[in-house]
Structure formats: structure tokens, C-alpha cells
């Protein structure tokens, strides 16, 4: 890489997910700066309201002269398309999926719709109504089911509801941190993540809670969550987890990288729950630990971004898939 080169990370922003994003913005800045390159972090405060965080960040990036942003922000602002036109007004490149992207990524109801569309499997589902909170629920459903915030990520504002009343709990819950809520079967079988670089699939990871759910604290408290990876899957069954999560990367039109998390049922079938398109960046993180399972290293993985962004897919794309995982040759 161009040690030149004038790169920003940013980072924080006003979002429920503004900690986590600080230690993927760190790990990010950390790792180029190991490359030789000069990297300036640019934090954005958690307090700002959606539109001075965009003000913030146009100017932050102008004063840096920044020729590539890396976007290491999570949650409203970062993965929903707003930082990214901020990046396009500025002709700025920058890591990613763009604006449109993004925004359907960060919306659960319009990407399930799109999946829907295309023929990928996701768990039925519905729009939560305010007459939901009573003890019945609609016809054809059962318990244990799932509440979620249509908006958010790192599970918030997510409830695995076993018994009806607990229900109007888990809908509080989920209004309070998003905008509209859905209610979705609970699905059960072995919780998957394919993370996508680029155009290719990366070793499937299993997800193995130490607990019933895989919420916000199984998420983020050290040891209470295990990972396998690669997965101990058949080859088909890993081949058709990493197939959908391409199919979903492409469906919504993203680029650079994202991360789909997805359960496999008894019969090994993928049933895809939703699309990150900025994953978790620390060097812990799910994507950066399926990348080092292909041969990836951490500060590579960070470093070829920085080039997808300035270049494109094509100057990158040969030696990706050169280092690619391949289910069915490394099984055993």
C-alpha cells in the first residue's frame, strides 16, 4: 500500500452500538498503522442527534484531506446509508456498501422482503401491531417466538419470548429501540455466520451460546459465547450456508464485505435471519476471525479494504480469491 496515502478511520457516532464501534475503529486504525501507514482515527460523539453527526464527520473528513474513509461505525448513522452520502457528496472513497445498500441492510423489513423476492429462506414473519401485546397471538403461531427491533444490530433491543407474558415486555422493548417491530418464528437448529469479502464466501463460523439466545450479553461478555471455525459442517451443508450469504450479499447490492448471520436447520437447510453490512471489525470479531481461517490476516484483511475502496473490486479481486475457502478441499 501507498504509505502516502491519506486514510481516515471513523468511528463512535450517535448510535446504541457507538462502544462497540470505538473498538472496531481502534483495532482498524491499529492495524494499518502496523502496515506503515499513516491513519488518522476521528471519533464522533454519541451525544450529536443524526444530522450534526453528519456535519461533524463532512468537516472532520475535509480538514484530514482523507483520500479513503474506512467506515468503522455500526448502528444508525454508520450502516444506514447517512455516512456513506456523506462520503459520496464529498467524491471521498470510502469502505463498504454504498448509501442504498446500506439502508436496506440496516432494514429488516425491506431486506426480508427482498429475500423473500429471490427466493432465499428467512423465518416467517410479520410486522408487530399494538393489539399483539394481548396474550393471543395470530393464527398459525406459537410459542417460543422472537421479537426484534426492525433497525438496530448486536441483537438490541432482541427478546426470545417462551411464554405469553413475557410478550409485552419483549414489544417495549423492542419500541424503544426501533422504529417499527417484527415478530418472527423462533427457528431451531445450529446459529451460523458467513462472512463475504468481496465476491467470496469465507469459512462458515458456528455461533455456540452458552445460554438459550444469542443476545446482546452473549454477544459482548467475554466467555459466554464459543466460536468454531471453520464450522464442523458436511461440505454441502457449509457450501449452501455460504451460497446464501453470497446470494444475500448480492441481492441487496453489497460491496467490500458483509456478514450474514443464518440458522441451519435439523436437515442442514440455511434460514437466514439478516445481512451486517459493517460487521464487527475488532481483530476478535466474527469476519476478521473466518478471514484469518482463509489465510487472512487481520491487518491484510484491513489493508484490502483500504484497496477495494480506492480501486474497486478488480485490482483486489484475483488474490481474494486465490486465498478463498473452499468447503468441500479443506473438510476433514
Known amino acids: ?43 464522533i460523539p454519541q451525544a450529536l442527534t443524526i444530522e450534526q453527526a453528519s456535519v461533524f464527520a463532512r468537516r472532520a473528513i475535509e480538514q484530514a484531506g482523507a483520500e479513503v474513509v474506512f467506515i468503522a461505525l455500526h448502528g444508525a448513522f454508520g450502516e444506514d446509508g447517512t455516512i456513506q452520502q456523506v462520503c459520496d457528496e464529498l467524491q471521498v472513497a470510502y469502505t463498504g456498501s454504498g448509501q442504498e445498500a446500506s439502508r436496506l441492510g440496516m432494514d429488516k423489513i425491506a431486506s426480508r422482503r427482498r ?27 406459537s410459542y417460543p417466538l422472537v421479537v426484534k427491533p426492525s433497525d438496530q444490530g448486536s441483537s438490541i433491543g432482541v427478546s426470545l419470548v417462551a411464554k405469553p407474558e413475557e410478550l409485552p415486555g419483549a414489544l417495549a422493548a423492542a419500541a424503544r429501540a426501533g422504529r417499527q417491530v417484527i415478530l418472527e418464528e423462533f427457528v431451531a437448529g445450529r446459529e451460523v455466520t458467513v462472512g463475504i469479502l468481496g465476491e467470496e464466501p469465507l469459512p462458515v463460523v458456528e455461533i ?50 458483509s456478514r450474514a448471520d443464518l440458522i441451519l436447520t435439523d436437515t442442514g437447510t440455511p434460514v437466514l435471519l439478516e445481512v451486517n453490512t459493517i460487521p464487527g471489525f475488532t481483530p476478535t470479531s466474527l469476519l476478521p476471525k473466518a ?21 474497486g473490486d478488480r485490482a483486489w479481486r484475483a488474490g481474494a480469491r486465490r486465498a478463498a475457502y473452499h468447503p468441500a478441499s479443506s473438510a476433514s
Not at 502516502?4 to 471513523?10: A, G
Not at 448510535?15 to 499513516?38: D, F, N
Open 1 to 43: 500500500m501507498n504509505n502516502s496515502l491519506r486514510i481516515v478511520v471513523v468511528m463512535g457516532g450517535p448510535s446504541a452500538e457507538h462502544a462497540i464501534s470505538l473498538r472496531s475503529g481502534q483495532g482498524v486504525a491499529g492495524a494499518l498503522a502496523r502496515r506503515g501507514v499513516a491513519v488518522e482515527p476521528i471519533s
Open 115 to 141: 429475500f423473500e423476492q429471490a427466493g432465499l429462506r428467512v423465518p416467517v414473519w410479520r410486522i408487530a401491531a399494538l393489539q399483539d401485546a394481548g396474550v393471543s397471538l395470530p393464527k398459525g403461531w
Open 208 to 257: 455456540r451460546p452458552h445460554q438459550p439466545f444469542f443476545d446482546f450479553t452473549a454477544k459482548y461478555t467475554r466467555g459466554a459465547t464459543d466460536y468454531q471455525v471453520p464450522a464442523d459442517l458436511p461440505p454441502d451443508v457449509a457450501k449452501a450456508a455460504q451460497t446464501a450469504a453470497l446470494e444475500a450479499h448480492r441481492v441487496l447490492g453489497c460491496r467490500h464485505l
Open 291 to 311: 478471514a484469518a481461517c482463509a489465510g487472512i490476516s487481520y491487518e491484510e484483511l484491513c489493508e484490502r479494504l483500504v484497496a477495494m475502496a480506492r480501486s
